[in-house]
């Protein structure tokens, strides 16, 4: 997979498009040369952008980052706050229409297989539950209750064509649900979490006291800086990535003292205390300023994508979710409803010079998003007289090279908007 990488504003309108949503879009999109052709243009470094957007200057007032965190948290844990869930039957039972597509290789999937994830999913009696929980791992949102994967063409190798159209999101470690649901066989829970709803392995859920959850919601929070981060309890290891907050309980000496969602012996979730260095984490929110934003951003840049958190990577819109958090910056879970969020400037009606000038004109750097159809970009300043954009794209094998290459940059293509979040 190619890397995150910054690139003209120009040429994203090229770029391929298949991050969040449910739009099987993604064969559409053909890369182009140019777009490999940036990845030497433009140094794949935030802090050099950082340095020419006034590095440490506030993003956002004091007043204006504790507002965030204060819808930030009535949105993580709006699930605990529901006395029942929202979602109808009809709209979980769709999914279980047709079968469609392929397991892998060539092999397709069969209505009899469908109809067996329907049978086992006990939709007669939905909802059957109305339970809090929390995610004890990072845990898969997916469209039906099965790990098995669902690819529009055939696939050998997935690594090659990470689209797999059960995957909704990666929830990470202590993210709050409501559990509405339990499939026949108790293997999977349908939930109500702050992103979506979707089917969750039971293996990846506890259920959560009021007690524990008032205790939660309660705590100052630390936010992770680093992916990959191990995390040991005596309940076993727990890795944990950016986009994770986790209750803090002590921040002195360097190191944070933080608690991490256990399923505890009687299979109801309890706290276990873990350590985690400055450099993994820090008390939420972070003060936003361009040198953090990039700081959070360099360590992302270079990683493969994948679509809803297939492999535990990032598509285009998990980026920008993620990259945020740390900030107290909520945003939706797919590109669409991500590229409606804050103040927003239309750029549908502009030519594609008045587009990018607008852009550098009216865009913040580091805190204004670019969306186009199906993509979600952040804008993060002017390099050499052209706008440049953080996100993340996937190119198809059979369009890559080793060899940058030139191309003509077509027209801007599908209509753009910008959000000043």
């Known amino acids: 997979m190619l890397p995150f990488r910054l690139a003209l504003i120009l040429v994203c309108a090229l770029m391929l498009t298949a991050c969040g949503g449910k739009q099987n879009t993604h064969e559409q999109f053909p890369a182009s040369a140019t777009q490999l052709e940036d990845l030497r243009r433009f140094p794949q470094n ?34 605990w706050d529901m006395p029942k869930t929202s979602i109808r039957k009809r709209d979980v039972a769709a999914a279980f229409g047709k079968a469609r597509g392929y397991k892998h290789d060539d092999v397709r999937w069969t209505q009899p297989e469908w109809n067996a994830m329907k049978t086992n999913a006990a939709l007669a009696t939905f909802p059957s539950r109305n339970q809090a929980a929390i995610t004890i791992h990072n845990a898969d949102l997916r469209e039906l209750p099965t790990r098995e994967r669902r690819f529009t063409e055939p696939t050998s190798d997935p690594h090659a064509n990470p689209f797999d159209y059960f995957q909704y999101s990666r929830l990470p470690v202590g993210t709050p649900v409501l559990i509405a649901h339990t499939s026949r066989d108790g293997r999977w829970h349908y939930v109500e979490c702050p992103v979506a709803g979707g089917w969750v392995a039971a293996e990846d859920l506890a259920p959560i006291s009021e007690d524990l959850q008032q205790s939660y919601r309660n705590s100052a929070l ?100 993620e990259l945020f958090t740390p900030f107290a910056i909520w945003l939706p879970r797919n590109s669409v409803a991500q590229a409606r969020v804050g103040s927003i400037v239309p750029l549908e009606h502009l030519s594609a010079q008045e587009k990018e000038a607008c852009i550098l004109r009216q865009g913040v750097p580091f805190l204004s998003l670019v969306g186009m159809r199906g993509h979600i970009m952040l804008y993060v300043g002017n390099y050499k007289g052209r706008a440049a954009i953080f996100h993340d794209v996937w190119v198809p094998l059979k369009e890559r090279t080793t060899t940058p290459a030139m191309s003509s940059a077509k027209p801007w293509s599908p209509p753009l908007r910008q959000g000043l979040n």
Not at 58 to 74: C, D, K, T, V
Request: proline share 7%; hydrophobic share 45%.
């Open 46 to 79: 935030l802090d050099i952008y950082a340095k020419a957007a006034r590095p440490d200057q506030p993003l956002l007032s004091q007043e204006e980052q504790f507002a965030q965190a204060a819808r930030f948290r009535h949105k993580l844990f709006g699930p």
């Open 222 to 321: 630390a936010a992770l800086l680093r992916d990959k981060v191990t995390l040991t309890t005596p309940a076993g290891i727990v890795t944990a990535d950016i986009g994770t907050l986790l209750p803090l309980q002590n921040n002195t000496g360097g190191a944070l003292q933080a608690l991490l969602p256990v399923r505890g012996a009687d299979g109801w979730a309890s706290l276990a205390p873990v350590t985690l260095s400055s450099a993994d984490a820090v008390a939420w929110p972070l003060r936003m300023t361009p040198r953090n934003v990039a700081k959070v951003g360099n360590v992302i840049m270079g990683q493969p994508y994948a679509w809803g958190g297939m492999f535990g990577d990032r598509d285009c819109s998990a980026l920008t979710r």
